[in-house]
């Protein structure tokens, strides 16, 4: 059946401006500039105690900036209570009423306005999210992704301009986590209203989110596309948070033209110097990196019949784990240390177990660069179900 979604504004763009909260020596939030495209699904992503739910808070009105201002479409709204600020947000927790049904839960929004004609309005929304049958349930009768759905419901029947999202999925089983980022994005996309999205869960904002603040010790470290960030981290905390990293150590030989060429340990490695970003001289250090699934692991007795132009490191495998889509191996490079290699399970082979002598080989174009004087297991040792 063929729904029409219901009638909306589109979303406000939201603007941070030398934003920041402390709480007298604890600085949450360091002074940030911050822009929210209208209509976009944005994401705040980092550990506990980064500062991105103080940011979202600060939005909402829930807590005062101890500098800066917040402007919503344009307004500054930095002297507005919560109630005068055309957002609304949804929590972990849900915060439903026991007592009313799925459509006074919703319609709660309307009725305090002192709107009489609810029903058309209540019944559209909860098409929206797909619980129009469920209607004359309780809370307590539904799912933990229901009611966190009728949750989002009865926020976005106030039409506010920006909707924001504090760690709504944290409650959920993975499994169940991951049918609602599906789901909220594609309300997201049929409303047009401005998601700001706060978590600490890597896979949710970057399944969801249009554009991600990773967030760090109350500053955010970087901003862009998921697919950006992932592929080109710009510090050593954002190539380990998200996701894993190998970065290896390594001196800089030649950087001239288009190509550095590395020297990591006894090995020889290829950098795009365009992918690079840290200086690179002659005889400097930089961090060379290159992500587990980018990485190929070959029999030391194929090794003369790899295909010429790859970077290459002989290892031996330490320890080998399958997980069904993939096998998850760690293997030990001479002089470089550890490092894991992810590999599809579609031909495996049979001589790859613990103990064998391998070489890893990856295209050069997958290697990135950074700063040596970074800590490169930043990031690294975070627990992101802890967050």
């Keep these: 059946m063929t729904r029409t979604a219901p009638p909306h504004r589109s979303g406000g763009d939201v603007r941070l401006e030398g934003i920041s909260k402390t709480y007298g020596s604890f600085t949450a939030v360091h002074p940030l500039d911050l822009t929210v495209p209208a209509g976009s699904f944005f994401a705040l992503l980092g550990a506990s105690g980064c500062g991105k739910t103080t940011t979202l808070r600060m939005i909402a009105g829930l807590e005062d900036p101890t500098t800066g201002t917040v402007a919503l479409s344009g307004q500054d709204v930095t002297a507005l209570p919560p109630y005068k600020r055309q957002v609304n947000t949804v929590f972990q927790n849900y915060a439903l009423f026991p007592h009313l049904d799925i459509h006074e839960n919703v319609a709660f929004g309307l009725r305090r306005r002192g709107i009489k004609s609810v029903k058309k309005p209540v019944e559209e929304m909860l098409d929206l999210v797909q619980l129009g049958p469920m209607a004359r349930r309780r809370p307590q009768q539904l ?51 401005t998601f700001v999205h706060v978590t600490h869960d890597q896979e949710e904002a970057m399944t969801m989110a249009d554009t991600v603040a990773v967030m760090n010790g109350g500053r955010v470290e970087q901003l862009g596309a998921p697919a950006d960030l992932y592929e080109n981290p710009a510090s050593t905390f954002v190539a380990n948070f998200l996701g894993t990293s190998n970065l290896i150590e390594a001196e800089v030989v030649t950087a001239d033209g288009e190509e550095l060429l590395l020297k990591a340990g006894d090995a020889a490695l290829r950098l795009p110097a365009r992918r690079c970003s840290a200086p690179a001289r002659p005889g400097g250090k930089v961090l060379a990196g290159v992500r587990p699934e980018k990485v190929t692991l070959a029999h030391a007795d194929d090794a003369g019949s790899l295909p010429g132009g790859r970077n290459l490191l002989p290892a031996r495998i330490k320890d080998a784990g399958f997980i069904g889509v993939s096998t998850q191996y760690v293997v030990t490079v001479p002089g470089l240390g550890e490092l894991a290699v992810y590999e599809q399970n579609i031909e495996r082979d049979g001589r790859l177990i613990p103990g064998a002598d391998v070489v890893l080989h990856w295209s050069p174009a997958h290697t990135f660069g950074l700063d040596a004087a970074q800590d490169i297991g930043a990031g690294a040792d975070l627990d992101e179900e802890a967050a």
């Excluded at 301009?161 to 504090?166: I, R």
């Excluded at 499994?175 to 996309?189: A, D, G, N, P, S």
């Design 143 to 193: 799912s933990g992704g229901q009611q966190q759905r009728v949750a989002v419901a009865r926020a976005l029947i106030n039409k506010p301009e920006v909707l924001l999202l504090d760690e709504p999925l944290g409650a959920l089983d993975l499994k169940l986590r991951r049918q609602m980022q599906l789901e909220l994005k594609r309300i997201q996309t049929e409303v047009g209203i």
